[in-house]
């Protein structure tokens, strides 16, 4: 048997698959890529966003006299969740929880601990009430937010204080003409809201024919809203009257009173329009005045044919937007709507104003019901069940539709992703994809499947659950984490992360390495806050109902954000119930399990012995380390001894007074103790760490590194030392008769 030594192998990223070459790990769990370093490390748990005190009440006696209810906000999932931050400045942090819309004002009360329950909600502001709860999308569009869901009515906000229904859900209101009486006497004074003045047959101002003829009027109005967007046109309003051609009355022209309507709110402006005198009802409309304002209703119109000469616009100009649109995007300057296989799209620069011939009808291509559309550089991507579309420039300065593919889609809007350097990525049942290239300069578009390495661990996925699958890119720790339903769970319970500083497509995981706290992994919504972290919606999971005595919930919290916490989370329990007050009692849990496993060693020629494995790690100080092993595809680890990752050495210090001549202050000179590399004076340094396997004649081996649940590490990368035995091959040839063919 021969000694053999591996060299130093660099510790890579995930690849579950059967041959997967050493440099990889068949599985990397909550450990995080340090590319200052180039190390794996297990730095990084779950906090909440809001953390809580150790204990506090909830008053139910008047109902919920909070701004939400707490079955809501115990007891309901969050359904989204978006960090909004305005060019002015003003940043927002908006959830859905329950039906309920809220917002909370910058970043108030992050990184604080509360010292009541009751002063939470006094951050928050409520939106809106009653909604579904199919996540909402949020689209910006300059310093406006727009909010959709397919089911409700859309939100057009400015600030959670100021914000309406977006867009036109309905025409302007008519006007309400008031009948000319030709015949009104005219030295009598006009009443408000009566008659009609009168002018001169030869005045520049004034309506109508003064020769006997008939008159004939239409009039029409739309609103203007702050976005600069009109109104469809609405009903018309109609009156006709003739003047009497009799000597002892003066023939006239005359003013037409009217109700003006008062429209909704965000309306900065109506204008109304109207016809020219319609001897055989020819009805067609310009433009007459503007009414700057929305506070008043009573107008006279009193502009004379000649001056009429700017057009009303198209019929086709404005049309309503109803509320099933689910799918939204800012792009060139408008705002783009889909639902089903309907696209439409605003004029430009006015968000609200929808031309009704300003569409797409994928109706007549293959590739399913849209599932999502994303800007991506100067195209819009159109993603279908089980197609993929996009939108590009004309050459007329329109758009043309294109298609990229016809049989790969994605039925996860929440899951797309743009991601620096790799494209747009977006996942289906089969795996995660890329969409780079082709879309402008004539490069070559491609979709390729970027998740090979992981294929074992995306076949866990619930295919049922798929739509439910949310994904973010953060540009602080340089990571796309794609949190996916597993086994039996309609919600995310699961992580896998690429992480884009290796500079390869290198994986890994994060879950918990003991299915029985997968609910710990349990999230619903995902993002970044303003630097970057990753932002998780929460699931509740109560022993029992949140009202029942002594029920638990492992997850407090609406909002959860990855970073360097100490602890995993918050745990809350009922502890007491008086009459209408409830007592709930705050606890924090450990973080969870890391680790890092190697694929399986083999030695090509024959069979092996591994006598050790040498990791290389940078030293955390006076905690250890554990190096479990198993062969030949065993089921179970061996565990190995542990070893402390740098050497607990003791010193001491003095604890000196100030310069004195006193003698007699030196005698009180006292000594304190402290360790190295659990101190101030710690100092990252590279350390290399053997642990003696000694394990019997084997055909394959592997590792796991792991920690005390505690305990940090930060593995760089391995040697294994083995002794390998070649087996000879075996001659197969049989005895042949003379002449036979071997």
């Known amino acids: 048997m021969k000694n053999s030594k591996t060299n130093m192998i660099a510790a ?67 359904d989204s969740v978006y960090f909004w931050q305005k060019a002015t400045g003003e940043v927002y942090v908006l959830i859905e929880q329950g039906g309920v819309l809220y917002a909370v004002y910058g970043n108030k009360g992050q990184g604080a601990t509360y010292t009541g329950f009751s002063y939470f909600f006094d951050d928050i502001v409520v939106i809106a009430t009653g909604r579904s709860t199919k996540p909402s999308q949020y689209i910006p569009f300059g310093n406006r937010l727009l909010i959709i869901n397919g089911f409700d009515d859309p939100i057009w906000m400015k600030s959670p204080f100021s914000h309406r229904e977006f867009g036109f859900s309905f025409p302007a209101p008519r006007a309400e003409v008031i009948n000319v009486q030709a015949d009104y006497p005219q ?201 993929i579309n996009i939108i590009r420039f004309g050459q007329n300065g329109g758009y043309s539709l294109a298609t990229v593919s016809t049989s790969t889609g994605s039925i996860s809007p929440r899951a797309i992703t743009v991601v620096p350097n790799l494209g747009l ?66 919600t995310p319970t699961r992580g896998v992360v690429l992480h884009l500083e290796r500079g390869d497509i290198s994986w890994s995981f994060r879950k918990s390495t003991n299915q029985a706290n997968d609910l710990l992994y349990n999230f619903s919504a995902l993002t970044t806050d303003f630097d970057g972290r990753f932002v998780f919606g929460s699931v509740p999971n109560w022993s029992s109902s949140w009202d029942t005595l002594n029920a638990t919930n492992n997850l407090f919290g609406p909002l959860h954000v990855w970073c360097a916490s100490p602890y995993h989370s918050q745990t809350v329990q009922l502890t007491n119930k008086a009459d209408d007050i409830y007592t709930y009692t705050v606890s924090e849990l450990p973080v969870l399990a890391a680790e890092y496993e190697s694929t399986w060693f083999e030695y090509q020629n024959g069979m092996l012995q591994v006598y050790s494995v040498e990791i290389e790690i940078i030293a955390q100080g006076d905690t250890k380390v554990i190096i479990d092993y198993k062969k030949d595809f065993e089921l179970d680890f061996t565990t190995t001894a542990a070893q402390k990752q740098a050497d607990g050495k003791t010193v001491f210090t003095k604890n000196e007074p100030p310069v004195s001549a006193d003698p007699a202050a030196y005698l009180t000179i006292t000594k304190n103790p402290f360790t190295i590399n659990t101190s101030q004076l710690y100092n990252e340094r590279r350390v290399k760490l053997r642990f003696d396997v000694r394990a019997e004649l084997c055909d394959n081996f592997k590792f796991k590194l792991r920690s005390n649940i505690l305990d940090k590490f930060e593995l760089i990368g391995f040697k294994i030392d083995y002794r390998s035995k070649e087996i000879p091959v075996m001659n197969q040839s049989i005895r042949l008769n003379k002449g036979q063919a071997r």
């Open 425 to 490: 990525t977006f996942v289906n049942e089969e795996g995660v994809w890329s969409l780079v290239g082709g879309f402008d300069g004539g490069s070559t578009l491609q979709i390729r499947k970027i998740s090979h390495d992981i294929d074992n661990e995306w076949s866990t996925l619930n295919k049922s659950g798929l739509s439910n699958v949310i994904a973010a890119y953060s540009f602080a720790e340089k990571e796309l984490w794609i949190h996916f339903p597993y086994g039996y769970n309609n």
């Open 187 to 387: 030295n009598k004074p006009l009443a408000s809201g009566t008659g009609a003045p009168f002018f001169a047959s030869d005045s520049l101002f004034g309506l109508g024919d003064t020769t006997g003829k008939k008159n004939n009027y239409f009039w029409k109005v739309s609103y203007i809203l702050d976005s600069g967007s009109e109104s469809p046109l609405s009903s018309y309003s109609n009156i006709s009257w003739i003047v009497p051609v009799d000597a002892t009355y003066e023939e006239y022209k005359f003013g037409v009173s009217m109700e003006l309507p008062i429209t909704p709110k965000g309306t900065v402006a109506r204008r109304l329009y109207r016809t020219k005198n319609c001897l055989n009802n020819e009805e067609t409309y310009y433009f007459v005045k503007e009414i700057k304002e929305n506070g008043s209703s009573f107008h006279i119109d009193i502009i004379e044919d000649t001056y009429l000469v700017t057009s009303a616009p198209s019929t086709l100009a404005s049309s309503i937007i109803t509320t099933d649109y689910r799918f939204g995007e800012s792009w060139d300057g408008r705002i783009w709507l889909a639902k089903e296989r309907k696209i439409v799209y605003s004029d430009k620069g006015l968000p609200e104003q929808f031309n009704a011939v300003s569409f797409f009808d994928l109706g007549s291509t293959v590739g399913g019901n849209i599932t999502a559309i994303k800007a991506y550089y100067n195209n819009l991507v159109v993603f279908r069940e089980s197609a």
């Open 12 to 78: 890579g990223g995930v690849d579950d698959t059967i041959q997967a070459p050493l440099s990889k790990a068949s599985s990397i769990i909550n450990l995080r890529w340090n590319a200052e370093n180039s190390s794996w490390t297990n730095d990084r748990s779950f906090q909440p966003w809001w953390k809580f005190p150790t204990s506090f009440t909830w008053d139910t006696s008047p109902g919920p006299a909070l701004a939400i209810s707490g079955s809501i906000f115990l007891g309901k999932q969050v």
